[in-house]
């Protein structure tokens, strides 16, 4: 009942009254409520104010059990705002929403232009794992350089030990710190020889990742590969 007397409120010449009539429709939330404020036309100045209302009926949409009405959304209003604070929400809600039209939209986030969409997208990649993650991890090295670092920094899917340890052996030396760093995470014993080679021969941050990693490597097959590698008297040892 109050979205016909909120909705003509969303236009008023007092900014104050239609950024107030926009966060109430948000808030009100349903189908007639998210019409009104899809259909709203307002000042530059109040756009963040209309998308950051729809993504609210979005989250409702979602948290009453309408997952893939919101993922219609949160993916429209992805593709319609430029600001980076909508997108990221907007992009967050597809994740959390509708994981196989998320990889998509990732996957273009994070081989476009702005950086820190690229950067939400690593994470928000990272959050994914599992199946939805591995298409970006096969395709890493084509990735910037600056996502392949934030991916390789954050991932913690047992998976991915492939990608990093290929990523190890980057010529860019900030991909190569942050898969050194994902060997004491993700690694087992294929890792140790590399990390000690690492430990023993280089100097500055990739030598410290990888003596971190190895303080950080458990198992009965990484104590056995450090014994032998310790008897054939390899360095780092």
Do not use: W
């Amino acid at each position: 009942q109050a979205v016909p007397l909120l909705a003509p409120l969303e236009s008023d010449a007092n900014p104050v009254v239609a950024e107030a009539a926009l966060f109430a429709l948000g808030q009100a939330g349903g189908a007639d409520a998210l019409r009104a404020l899809q259909e709203a036309k307002v000042p530059d100045r109040l756009k963040r104010c209309r998308f950051h209302a729809i993504l609210l009926c979005a989250e409702r949409m979602a948290a009453e059990g309408q997952p893939a009405e919101a993922a219609a959304v949160y993916q429209a209003v992805y593709k319609q705002s430029d600001d980076l604070v909508i997108k990221n929400a907007a992009l967050r809600g597809i994740v959390v929403t509708d994981k196989a039209k998320a990889v998509p939209v990732l996957t273009a986030a994070l081989k476009g232009d702005n950086a820190k969409l690229r950067a939400s997208a690593a994470k928000f990649a990272c959050e994914l794992g599992g199946e939805a993650l591995s298409p970006m991890l096969a395709d890493l090295s084509s990735l910037p350089a600056d996502v392949q670092a934030a991916i390789l920094s954050m991932v913690g899917d047992k998976a991915a030990l492939p990608a990093v340890l290929k990523a190890a052996k980057s010529s860019e030396e900030n991909i190569r710190v942050a898969a050194l760093g994902a060997l004491g995470r993700l690694g087992d014993a294929t890792g140790v020889t590399l990390l000690l080679g690492v430990a023993a021969a280089e100097k500055g941050e990739p030598q410290a990742a990888a003596r971190s990693s190895l303080q950080q490597l458990r198992g009965t097959e990484v104590d056995a590969a450090l014994i032998g590698a310790a008897q054939q008297g390899e360095p780092g040892l």
